[in-house]
């Protein structure tokens, strides 16, 4: 039995997971994530231009299933996205995503990929972006509190975009921040393992806090944050779910993505409905202020939005162009008369 | 460059749209339809244990790109759905889908699916599914008005779940009418076209309305429609596109899948807000009367729900199990250790 061939239009391009780790060795880590870094701030500088539709979540007793659609009005993306915290105990990962672009004017798809690297990879790239933008002036040293699946990216983001070269890892099981460390090995980082978080802030401009825990937790005090150094709070994203004590908001100059979003899921869920924010894209382009001085706390309350992803949909579809770093599959209906569906079907037959 | 070989989590099974026409032919599309028919009544049955959801709509100046979730709780289900009526005119087609299942459990797809070809079949079994509920019982008689991609899926339903053996077709280009002739011989069907909506649906038991025009038309006026006929109308699916005249409405007992989407999408938008229309779930289910009388005009008001595709999605499921009908792609990331994301992508560069 042999159908048709399909046509172009109906063939999607599918990077698989393999081909994902294949993209970024051939770029190479550090390579990739400067570009990615400038790919997403050029479409946080066209900020207003996106179709901003909340993400529309699933929840259930174990996790949430989500869908995060954008469009620029010429492309349209969206991610699948889980989070499911006991998946862990499973030996699944807790958060894994797939993502596809489709051309608005159309409506057909032209890239499916997976998108658990590329979310860990975008995650880091925008840490950086506004870390380039906010953090002190020649930082060098990052604490990083949480050992988890997103450090070395965050490390190696840090470092490719800023020169970030120290790193002070705290993680209640050791164990992670080992395995951090090891990971490390070879991306010529000054690392040390410390006892506690306090201990791994001394002496850094930038504290990035990215534990797991699904609840209200205290990572950071007031007590312990000295003036002017950037915090890179990505480990709050969802409701119920904080790291930093309130008194350190009040202290510091906040920074979010999208307000509506970061309201509900950020660290400022804490806070006063009063409490002020400034729109990182809004500093980005010029448009508002980022640190207005040297001893001032900037805070940016990542929560992630689909714009990110968008951004990083956009460059893998550029980056694969002319490469075998991509599959063709048959996802779309293509028959010669397209009011002809069924003749198709039944021409297949034979 | 090798990579470690995914683990059975991470491979999704992918039923493209080459293995979903052979499915079709291993099945036999009468009995695929007749087996779909009942998985969409089984769900309809249990319709409150769902998540309704309402679709997530992307409008642009040319169509639209819709993501419709749903979940019963043990499985989660979306469809990716564009409508870009203008498509045809470039050879594409107007409408294109694919659908993913996932375990709410654990947030991980277990089937990635084409939906296009799976659209066409589960709306004409859930035409089919109301109609063998409130059509007048012996309903030989088919009118068919619009003769477009849907007509034989309908017509095929109709008769393996129905019973219904004769067709009258109209379309205002009759290539549409002589296209779906001779698609279905060979179907045992007796088919007549026929020059006027008013002549097709003579005789007829069952009308289905079924054109593509976006704009308030009137396919059927009140004159035309004589008593005790059971009306399908799928046409008018979105605002701003009906095919029937009130008045036809205000004889008739209509049926909806979902009020609050139909309201907005369905035949009903142009009646007041107090005009009684009877869920097709509760009717299915025992809890709500269907036809009452042989001289009643019944009418589906059909725009197409999430459940549906649910249903669809788990029929597809569980009919390739043990076949070769699907590929499996390497969707998901799968690191041996969950937080050690980074340590499997660097052990894939080797």
């Known amino acids: 039995m042999t159908a048709p061939t399909p046509s172009e ?21 550090e390579r990739l994530l ?21 993400r529309v979540a699933s929840h259930s007793r174990d996790g949430v299933i989500e869908l995060m659609p954008t469009s620029d009005g010429e492309i349209y993306a969206f991610k699948y996205v889980n989070g499911h915290p006991k998946n862990m105990g499973q030996g699944l990962q807790t958060v894994t995503a797939f993502g596809l672009l489709a051309e608005v004017s ?43 699946a997103q450090a070395e990216f ?42 506690s978080a306090q ?20 990572i950071l005090t007031d007590n312990m944050v000295g003036s002017g150094v950037h915090i890179n709070a990505i ?3 969802c409701p119920g779910k904080t790291e930093l004590h309130p008194d350190i908001l009040r202290r510091s100059k906040t920074f979010v993505e999208y307000p509506p979003q970061t309201w509900i899921e950020g660290e400022i869920q804490q ?30 309350d990542s929560v992630g939005f689909a714009i990110e992803d968008f951004s990083a949909l956009r460059y893998v579809k550029n980056r694969i162009r002319g490469t075998n770093l991509f599959q063709e599959i048959d996802l ?3 028959p010669d008369e397209p009011r002809d569906l069924f003749g198709m079907l039944e021409r297949a037959k034979s």
């Open 106 to 148: 159309t409506g057909y798809p032209v890239l499916l990929t997976e998108m658990t690297l590329l979310t860990a990879l975008r995650t880091a790239a925008t840490s950086a972006m506004v870390a380039r933008k906010l953090a002190p002036s020649g930082s060098t040293t990052m604490a990083m509190i949480g050992n988890g």
């Open 235 to 237: 480990g709050g994203d």
């Open 271 to 300: 806070m006063e409905k009063d409490y002020p924010v400034t729109e990182i894209w809004q500093v980005l382009s010029g448009q508002a202020e980022g640190r207005t001085s040297s001893t001032q706390i900037t805070l940016f």
């Open 332 to 334: 779309i209906a293509d």
């Open 154 to 195: 965050q490390a190696l983001a840090m470092k490719s975009v800023l020169g970030v070269s120290r790193l002070r890892l705290f993680d209640i099981d050791r164990r992670a921040s080992e395995k951090t460390k090891r990971n490390l090995d070879g991306f010529c980082f000054e690392i040390e393992i410390c006892n």
């Open 199 to 218: 201990s791994a802030i001394e002496g850094a401009q930038i504290i990035t806090t990215c534990t797991a825990d699904k609840q209200f937790a205290t």
């Open 9 to 29: 239009k109906a063939l999607v391009p599918f990077v698989s997971v393999e081909n994902m780790m294949r993209l970024v060795h051939q770029v190479g880590i």
């Open 34 to 54: 400067v570009e990615l870094t400038d790919v997403i701030e050029e479409d946080f500088r066209r900020w207003p231009l996106f179709d901003k539709t909340p």
